[in-house]
């Protein structure tokens, strides 16, 4: 984890406070270290950052990825390294990254793969110093005992054949004319033009020193640094367009950042920065000298002795030494120290430029010179400028004596004024309105207003005019307003009538503190939010960030810059081009930059009451630290266009690591799958933020915030496809980020053909359970039909044994006694004559009625037929009603091959055609009738059509006529066997009338071939 060093700011006296120069001194750039606390072992000797992003670290216990947040011991994913002790590293422009080692050898790792080189590759023996890249990309290496170039193939030593000396150089380095340059120690430097096979050496001679490596500055000269004799001499020249070396990438000691400054290694006294090397002519280094600027152990570097510098894609310079690894980055504000302890100090814009400073600790000083306010009063603790102005000046509780706390100053075109307040108490708050009336909130005795030299006590709050306001404004429209934090509202006095505001009205901010106006805008800050009041009510501001915009202690607008906020957390900004969205649209969530402990500041800001930041007339702003003051200029604050690249790091299956190289083939029953990814902006990677999808299991984007893992359970057996991207500290994203695309392989039971098998079982189940089914049903609906017809038999046989037997004995009686009567006619013996015949006439329908309940069983099963012969029966005893028209036509059809149907239900069929079949004869006056019969699979159907005069809608709609039931009976019997009617007329277009049963229930011995389980509930007979 990276610890920030809050360093203090030593300004020169040559040079003013307010001034703000683009090469910050090392003391204020944000310094970071990494020791072996953080994972990084061994002394730092080499750095380089290849196209990927990566920062590599080379040391004498191995070689290390830093991806911005944790340190990786690197191991190749194809190949090993030959050796630990990495003191050289070069990243390849085109992609890949050479290693050289103490003990000897090189190793070329490209896209995780390592290829060694040794001196059975020509490679010579000894310690690597240096590599450098010609633009063909030829690899030239510097090592302890020569010069050696790689062809691709094979390494060449470079010796006397190229007019280069035997011995070893210190470096080799090549700019981007193509030129390549080296030294040693003694024989001086030497350099070769592009296309040529001969060294030339330099005009400047030797390299005086031991070990010298060397750099071009911005200006086209050749520097040769010697770290252990601080010698910086100018050894050649280079065309300005390829002043760029590609020496600093290899970890050079000498390194010329983007701005110019000269930063150059020392073997014990830490760093040595010169920020304009162009006034420097060369020579011996003193430190003493007031061009170079120091910075060693003492100062918070890890350790005096420095072996390698380097300058990353984003500015910051990385710095390699004995004791770990250090950066550092520019802030986009300056802070000064202003006293070592105690409440900060209150801020107040003064004239001409000048920014006062009162401190709890007297006296207060101009920020401008650092000289103390002459002519002010010492015990001035609090100050606040008015926009004609004004400043008033006033004390407050602590040392101050009583006759003290009892003085309001007033300061305006240098007249210094005491105004006396009407109680010895601290004053709170102070505004001027329009007319120069001043008001005054004293603690514990509520708002005062001064008029004609009296004070008098204003009733703002009704019934609590005691009440302390802690803040207070003047509008341009003479309004005062007066924040009350205790009671979260905020009063406006407007020329005698007062107007409060709170939660009912939209300040749902909480305790109210700071009150700004912009214009016709008042911004009010509160504990929980910031709000503004336009058009007679509060609005609260949305904040994408979690922790919102509460507990700003002071609000400062800036006109074309938007808002800046003094919070707990630290400095806050608010675009304009945010604010204006906001503006407009109340739900839009802003997007704010923050200045804090993570990217800028030493210290958090100061809260409390007291005027903790102000805006200069030169726009510079200033904010007030419990033991300083910093400032940011608005117009040059540096951000960050860059958009991180982004890299899969690692991954894990079920805890087996897997190659990223390359797309990968997981084994079946993948239960845990960790992906590991970097999203490389080295600036702030506190602030990096990622989003990543597994494409085949997300439907969504997931926002991973600042993790750097993605983990995933239970993934099915398909191909995925994983993608991150990422944004920098300053919300520049890179969209196309990184992807890596992996199989899992099914389990045998996960395959295709094991789901086949597994479908087919089913089915096959299914099957089987609705065959056992409807074997059930059929046997329960024919039990049904059983009890029905031996319930019929029984009653027959009753009605036979005992109605039918009485009414045979009551005949034969009556008979007898007609026998008695006498022969002749009379009026008695007809009487008895007819009731024997209404008598026998019963007994025969009563015979008839106890044969039909029981022809079920021994009647033939043909639906047909019985139809048939009811037809022709009918058709002899109906017949249109002119005798000239014949008899009705009738005509039975059967389709598909007759099935078996059980008695019961076919005498339900029976009954419904027959009724169907009579109202055809008897009341349509039809010409044809026809009876369908069609045994299917599925359904038995039984469809009777006439052309009859049909049936009138009323009498349809009404299911008849009332008090007959036919059609209800009809349809009463259809569902009590299970089946469905309907029916179809018009007035003059016949009828028609369709039964259907499913074949399930209709057959006795059904075989259908469908699978939909029969459970239809069979209705019970009456």
């Not at 990096?688 to 926002?703: C, F, I, M, N, P």
């Amino acid at each position: 984890m990276s610890r920030p060093k809050l360093l203090l700011l030593v300004f020169a006296c040559a040079s003013p406070l307010i001034a703000l120069d683009p090469h910050q001194p090392v003391s204020q750039l944000y310094h970071t270290v990494w020791t072996a606390r953080d994972g990084l072992t061994g002394e730092v000797h080499a750095l380089a950052q290849t196209v990927d992003g990566f920062l590599w670290v080379g040391t004498r216990d191995g070689l290390f990825r830093f991806d911005g947040v944790s340190f990786e011991r690197y191991q190749p994913e194809i190949g090993s390294l030959s050796a630990r002790d990495v003191v050289t590293l070069f990243a390849v422009p085109s992609g890949g990254l050479w290693i050289g080692y103490f003990s000897g050898g090189a190793t070329f790792l490209n896209a995780g793969r390592a290829t060694n080189y040794a001196e059975e590759s020509g490679f010579p023996i000894g310690m690597v110093r240096a590599f450098a890249v010609e633009l063909d990309g030829t690899v030239w290496a510097a090592t302890l005992s020569g010069l050696a170039r790689f062809d691709g193939r094979r390494w060449q030593w470079i010796r006397r054949d190229w007019d280069f000396p035997d011995l070893g150089p210190s470096t080799v380095a090549a700019d981007e004319s193509g030129t390549i340059w080296t030294c040693g120690a003694v024989e001086g430097t030497f350099f070769l033009s592009r296309g040529q096979r001969r060294f030339q050496r330099a005009r400047s001679g030797k390299c005086f020193g031991q070990l010298p490596t060397f750099a071009a500055g911005p200006d086209g000269r050749v520097f040769s640094w010697t770290p252990f004799d601080s010698l910086l001499t100018q050894v050649g020249t280079v065309p300005k367009k390829a002043a760029a070396m590609s020496a600093v990438s290899s970890g050079g000691t000498i390194r010329f950042d983007r701005d110019g400054a000269a930063w150059m290694a020392t073997h014990g006294d830490g760093i040595m920065r010169i920020a304009f090397p162009g006034r420097f002519q060369g020579g011996r280094i003193s430190k003493k000298d007031p061009l170079v600027e120091t910075y060693s152990g003492k100062d918070g570097l890890s350790d005096g002795a420095v072996f390698c510098l380097l300058e990353d894609r984003e500015g910051n310079v990385w710095v390699g030494t004995a004791a770990g690894l250090d950066r550092f980055r520019n802030r986009n504000l300056w802070w000064t120290e202003l006293q070592s302890g105690g409440f900060g100090a209150t801020l107040v814009e003064a004239d001409h430029g000048d920014v006062w400073a009162f401190l709890e600790h007297p006296p207060g000083i101009n920020l401008r010179d650092r000289k103390p306010l002459a002519g002010l009063p010492d015990w001035v603790v609090r100050g606040k400028r008015e926009p004609d102005g004004t400043i008033w000046m006033w004390g407050g509780m602590g040392r101050l004596r009583i006759a003290e706390r009892e003085s309001l100053w007033r300061w305006k075109a240098g007249q210094l004024v005491k105004v006396p307040l009407p109680y010895p108490t601290p004053v709170e708050a102070i505004a001027t309105d329009s007319t120069g009336s001043l008001w005054v909130s004293i603690r514990g005795y509520g708002v005062f207003h001064q008029e004609h030299g009296e004070w008098k006590l204003m009733e703002i709050l009704k019934g609590r005019s005691n009440i302390t306001a802690y803040t207070a404004t003047a509008d341009e429209k003479g309004r005062v307003w007066l924040g009350y934090p205790e009671l979260k509202t905020v009063a406006l006095w407007d020329n005698g009538r007062v107007q409060t505001f709170s939660a009912a009205t939209g300040l749902t901010i909480g305790a109210v503190d700071p009150l700004s106006l912009d214009g016709p805008i008042l911004w009010a800050g509160g504990e929980l939010g910031l709000a503004y009041f336009r058009d007679g009510r509060f609005q609260t501001l949305e904040s994408a960030d979690p922790s919102g915009f509460g507990g700003a202690s002071a609000i400062m607008p800036v006109r074309g810059d938007g808002l800046w906020l003094n919070r707990p957390s630290g400095i806050l900004h608010i675009p304009q081009p945010e604010l204006d969205l906001a503006l407009r649209d109340t739900r839009h969530a802003i997007n704010a930059e923050s200045f804090d402990l993570v990217s800028d500041l030493p210290e958090l800001p100061l809260l409390g009451p007291m005027a903790s930041a102000v805006r200069d007339s030169a726009g510079i702003l200033w904010f007030a630290t419990p033991r300083g003051v910093a400032r940011i200029d608005p117009a040059r604050i540096r951000r960050n266009p860059l958009a991180p690249p982004v890299a899969i790091r690692s991954v894990l299956a079920n805890g087996k690591p897997y190659p990223v190289s390359q797309d990968a083939v997981l084994p079946p029953l993948t239960r845990n799958l960790r992906i590991g990814y970097a999203a490389l902006s080295l600036s702030i990677p506190e602030r990096v933020r990622a989003r990543y999808k597994l494409e085949g299991s997300d439907k969504d984007w997931q926002d991973a915030g600042n993790l750097r893992d993605a983990f995933y359970t239970n993934l099915g057996p398909r191909k995925y496809t994983f993608r991150v991207i990422a944004c920098n500290n300053d919300g520049v994203w890179n969209e196309t980020g990184a992807s890596w695309s992996f199989e899992i392989e099914p389990a045998f039971y996960q395959t295709a053909w094991f789901h086949g098998l597994y479908l087919l079982a089913g089915a096959t189940m299914i099957w089987l359970v609705y065959r056992f089914r409807l074997r059930q049903m059929t046997a329960r609906v024919n039990l049904r039909y059983t009890e029905r017809l031996a319930e019929r038999t029984r009653i027959a046989r009753e009605l036979h044994d005992t109605l039918l037997q009485s009414f045979h004995g009551l005949l034969f009686r009556f008979q007898a006694a007609d026998n008695l009567l006498p022969a002749r006619p009379g009026e008695a013996k007809q009487t008895l004559e007819s009731a024997l015949d209404d008598a026998a006439q019963a007994i025969t329908e009563a015979r008839d009625a106890v044969h039909e309940l029981r022809s079920s069983t021994v009647v033939t099963n043909d639906l047909a037929a019985a139809l048939t012969a009811l037809g022709e029966e009918l058709a002899a005893h109906h017949t249109p009603s002119s005798s000239s028209q014949d008899s009705a036509t009738f005509l039975v059809e059967v389709e598909g091959t007759p099935q078996e149907l059980h008695p019961i239900l076919r005498d339900e069929v029976y009954r419904i055609a027959g009724e169907g079949l009579r109202n055809a004869f008897c009341h349509a006056r039809a010409r044809r009738i026809e009876v369908e019969i069609r045994y299917d699979e599925r359904e038995l159907r039984v469809r009777i059509r006439d052309d009859g005069s049909g049936i009138n809608p009323s009498v349809l709609g009404h299911e008849g006529l009332a008090g007959h039931w036919g059609l209800p009976g009809m349809r009463e019997r259809a569902e009590r066997i299970g089946g469905k009617m309907d029916l179809w007329s018009e007035l003059g277009a016949g009828t028609e009338v369709e039964l259907r049963i499913p074949a399930s229930v209709a057959y006795q011995a059904h075989a259908g071939r469908s699978f939909r389980l029969f459970r239809k509930k069979m209705g019970s007979s009456s």
